[in-house]
């Protein structure tokens, strides 16, 4: 039997929730070593091996190692293209531009300004830091302008880069979900028509909720 791939780093972080979701969606056995951040595991030399830059996630299959999160997604998807959800990173080159096009925007245009929302809104009183409102108001201002956008790219299609469920949407659920979910700004999306009924269907999947039940359950 194949080993199973290892993905380090905590279910929390949403760069890890996003590799998660991928291994699920795809039906790829994987180990989880959670390092713990807060022991600064993540800096820790035998860590720098694998992640240089001293985050998470690392991700290892086998003999190779990689590191940042959409791009070990697109070896998940391209190693394994008959498991699971099918389509997730395109059959066709036309396709895969469309994908990746929306992947870029995700990682461009929306995780800046959600990424730091999550952080302020969410991360920062957990960690009992001060808010930084000016901060907040600054990048909901350049969230709802990228909503905007995918309102209507999605009145005009039911995923971002068609009619299939990709990578592009998947990798827009860990920030999503905190900023719906633990940040008190639901509305931001569901205000939208369109980017209301695209959240509900993505974050309906059976491999987003069992990612949220990780992140739930209590440390070990
Ligand atoms: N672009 C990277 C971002 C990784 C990242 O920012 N990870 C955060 C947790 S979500 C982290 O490790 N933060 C700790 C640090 O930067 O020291 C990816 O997608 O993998």
New binding site residues.
């Given amino acids: 039997m194949a080993t199973p791939v290892t993905v380090y780093g905590p279910p929390l ?3 890890v929730s996003r590799v998660l979701v991928c291994l699920l969606e795809k039906d790829v056995p994987f180990q989880l070593v959670p390092i713990s ?1 807060a022991k600064g595991e ?1 800096k820790k030399p035998d860590y720098l091996k694998i992640q240089p830059f ?4 690392a991700f290892q299959d086998d003999e190779i190692t990689l ?4 791009a070990i997604c697109r070896y998940i998807a391209e190693k394994n293209p008959s498991k699971g959800t099918m389509g997730l990173f395109g059959t066709n080159p036309l396709v895969k531009a469309s994908i990746d096009q929306w992947l870029e925007a995700e990682s461009q245009s929306f995780n800046p300004p959600s990424s730091i929302l999550a952080f302020q809104l969410v991360f920062a009183p957990r960690m009992k830091l001060k808010q930084d409102e000016a901060l907040i108001k600054q990048n909901e201002a350049k969230l709802v302008k990228v909503l905007d956008v995918y309102e209507n790219r999605l009145g005009e299609s039911r995923y971002l880069a068609g009619d299939e469920f990709t990578l592009a949407d998947l990798s827009h659920l860990p920030n999503t979900q905190y900023l719906v979910e633990k940040a008190n700004r639901a509305e931001l999306f569901t205000s939208r028509k369109n980017v209301g009924r695209w959240w509900d269907e993505i974050s309906s999947r059976p491999s987003w909720k069992k990612v949220v039940e990780m992140q739930n359950a209590p440390p070990q």
């Fill in positions: 972080s949403t760069a951040m993540h001293g985050q998470v996630p590191f940042e999160s959409r």
